[in-house]
Protein backbone atom coordinates (compact mmCIF):
# COMPACT_ATOMS: atom_id res chain seq x y z
CA UNK A 1 0.00 0.00 0.00
CA UNK A 2 1.60 3.26 -0.79
CA UNK A 3 1.48 5.55 2.28
CA UNK A 4 2.53 9.74 1.16
CA UNK A 5 3.37 12.13 4.29
CA UNK A 6 3.39 15.52 3.44
CA UNK A 7 4.58 17.99 6.33
CA UNK A 8 6.40 21.44 6.56
CA UNK A 9 3.35 23.72 6.22
CA UNK A 10 3.39 26.72 9.18
CA UNK A 11 2.70 30.21 9.69
CA UNK A 12 4.84 32.67 7.83
CA UNK A 13 4.79 36.26 7.08
CA UNK A 14 3.69 37.66 3.53
CA UNK A 15 7.19 37.67 1.25
CA UNK A 16 8.64 34.53 3.21
CA UNK A 17 9.51 31.05 2.39
CA UNK A 18 8.07 27.86 3.11
CA UNK A 19 9.63 24.15 1.79
CA UNK A 20 7.07 21.50 1.52
CA UNK A 21 8.08 17.93 1.86
CA UNK A 22 5.94 14.37 0.66
CA UNK A 23 7.40 11.25 1.63
CA UNK A 24 6.35 8.66 -0.45
CA UNK A 25 6.55 4.84 0.86
CA UNK A 26 5.22 1.82 -0.54
CA UNK A 27 5.53 1.99 -3.96
CA UNK A 28 9.26 2.45 -6.23
CA UNK A 29 9.17 6.37 -5.93
CA UNK A 30 11.28 6.50 -9.02
CA UNK A 31 8.56 5.29 -11.58
CA UNK A 32 5.76 7.55 -9.86
CA UNK A 33 4.54 11.14 -10.95
CA UNK A 34 4.02 13.61 -8.02
CA UNK A 35 1.92 16.66 -7.82
CA UNK A 36 0.39 19.31 -5.25
CA UNK A 37 -2.42 20.50 -4.93
CA UNK A 38 -4.05 23.43 -2.32
CA UNK A 39 -7.61 23.94 -0.94
CA UNK A 40 -8.41 27.08 0.61
CA UNK A 41 -11.30 27.67 2.99
CA UNK A 42 -14.67 27.54 0.86
CA UNK A 43 -12.66 26.69 -2.37
CA UNK A 44 -12.39 23.42 -4.31
CA UNK A 45 -9.03 22.13 -4.41
CA UNK A 46 -6.79 23.85 -7.41
CA UNK A 47 -3.78 22.36 -8.90
CA UNK A 48 -0.43 23.82 -8.02
CA UNK A 49 2.07 22.26 -9.49
CA UNK A 50 3.60 18.61 -10.64
CA UNK A 51 6.88 16.99 -11.86
CA UNK A 52 7.38 13.58 -14.14
CA UNK A 53 9.14 10.66 -12.57
CA UNK A 54 12.92 11.55 -13.90
CA UNK A 55 12.15 15.71 -13.43
CA UNK A 56 12.05 15.91 -16.83
CA UNK A 57 9.17 17.54 -17.21
CA UNK A 58 7.03 20.31 -14.85
CA UNK A 59 4.10 22.40 -14.74
CA UNK A 60 2.72 25.28 -12.37
CA UNK A 61 -0.61 26.78 -12.06
CA UNK A 62 -0.48 30.67 -13.21
CA UNK A 63 -0.64 31.51 -9.66
CA UNK A 64 2.25 30.44 -8.74
CA UNK A 65 4.75 30.01 -11.37
CA UNK A 66 7.79 32.51 -10.59
CA UNK A 67 7.52 31.47 -6.98
CA UNK A 68 6.76 27.82 -6.43
CA UNK A 69 9.46 24.89 -7.23
CA UNK A 70 8.87 21.65 -6.77
CA UNK A 71 11.42 18.89 -6.81
CA UNK A 72 12.14 15.31 -6.00
CA UNK A 73 15.23 12.96 -4.68
CA UNK A 74 14.94 9.77 -4.97
CA UNK A 75 17.57 8.66 -2.59
CA UNK A 76 15.31 10.17 0.05
CA UNK A 77 12.02 9.22 -1.93
CA UNK A 78 11.01 12.60 -1.25
CA UNK A 79 9.12 15.59 -3.41
CA UNK A 80 9.34 19.33 -2.34
CA UNK A 81 7.01 21.80 -3.01
CA UNK A 82 9.57 25.34 -2.32
CA UNK A 83 7.41 28.29 -2.09
CA UNK A 84 9.09 31.91 -1.74
CA UNK A 85 7.60 35.05 -2.20
CA UNK A 86 4.18 33.83 0.09
CA UNK A 87 0.88 35.95 0.08
CA UNK A 88 -1.99 35.84 1.98
CA UNK A 89 -3.69 34.65 -0.83
CA UNK A 90 -1.81 31.36 -0.57
CA UNK A 91 -3.42 29.97 2.56
CA UNK A 92 -4.80 26.98 2.22
CA UNK A 93 -4.29 22.98 3.07
CA UNK A 94 -1.37 21.76 0.82
CA UNK A 95 -1.41 18.10 -0.33
CA UNK A 96 0.83 16.30 -2.53
CA UNK A 97 -0.49 13.52 -4.95
CA UNK A 98 1.10 10.34 -6.32
CA UNK A 99 0.00 9.06 -9.63
CA UNK A 100 1.24 5.80 -11.62
CA UNK A 101 2.78 6.94 -14.43
CA UNK A 102 5.56 9.46 -16.00
CA UNK A 103 3.28 12.47 -15.65
CA UNK A 104 0.22 13.24 -14.22
CA UNK A 105 -0.40 16.66 -14.97
CA UNK A 106 -3.27 18.91 -13.61
CA UNK A 107 -5.91 16.91 -13.10
CA UNK A 108 -6.44 15.20 -9.45
CA UNK A 109 -8.10 12.32 -10.74
CA UNK A 110 -4.65 11.37 -12.57
CA UNK A 111 -3.29 10.82 -9.06
CA UNK A 112 -4.17 7.87 -6.91
CA UNK A 113 -2.52 8.49 -3.65
CA UNK A 114 -2.86 11.32 -1.41
CA UNK A 115 -1.10 13.05 1.75
CA UNK A 116 -3.07 13.88 4.59
CA UNK A 117 -2.36 17.76 4.24
CA UNK A 118 -0.50 20.47 5.47
CA UNK A 119 -1.66 23.84 6.35
CA UNK A 120 0.30 26.66 5.27
CA UNK A 121 -0.94 30.31 6.54
CA UNK A 122 0.48 33.31 4.75
CA UNK A 123 -0.38 36.56 6.94
CA UNK A 124 -0.53 40.04 5.39
Do not use: H
Request: with cysteine.
Amino acid sequence: QVQLVDSGGDWVQAGGSLRLSCVVSGRAFSRYAMGWFRQAPGKDREFVGCISWDSERLQYADSVRGRFIISRDGRKNTAYLQMNDLKPEDTAVYYCAGGRSYYAGPNEFQYDSWGQGTQVTVSS
